[in-house]
């Protein structure tokens, strides 16, 4: 089926690994330094992980691929268990613990913000 999937610059991937965690499904894993989406039905092509990677090396792309399979996603997720990311919100420093984080892009660099800071980032 045509669908929209994460698609991988290897050329810009400096394999610093930032997209793996946000990747709730499991799609993406490092190899040999770079980062690959091992299975592209772990993918649902939500883009999650793109506003973290600092290279601009995760763009979206629509083409053939496998359907997304929500159940095999959960299954990895059963595996890998609960993972709490070693992140903090950028402006007021909060944990995932503290407040939901959520990856952004502004002005060229690649933040998290927690949802509590995110209205003021918006509307200045
Ligand atoms: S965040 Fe970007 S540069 Fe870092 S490993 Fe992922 S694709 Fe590569």
């Given at each position: 089926m045509k669908r929209t999937i994460v698609k991988i610059d290897e050329e810009l991937c400096?394999?610093?690994?930032?997209c793996v965690t946000p990747c709730a499904e499991g799609a993406i894993v490092m190899v040999d330094g770079k980062a690959k989406?091992?299975?592209?039905?772990?993918?649902?092509?939500?883009?999650?992980?793109?506003?973290?990677c600092p290279t601009g090396a995760l763009t979206i792309e629509e083409r053939e691929a496998k359907p997304f399979d929500h159940a095999l996603a959960e299954k990895e997720q059963e595996k890998r268990g609960r993972q709490i990311i070693n992140e903090t919100c950028s402006?007021?420093?909060?944990t995932e613990n503290d407040a939901p984080l959520i990856p952004i892009r502004t002005k060229g660099d690649s933040k998290w913000v927690c949802v509590r800071c995110l209205p003021a980032l918006i509307h200045g």
């Open positions: 400096n394999g610093c690994g930032k989406v091992i299975k592209e039905e772990l993918c649902d092509g939500a883009g999650f992980c793109l506003a973290v402006i007021c420093s909060a």
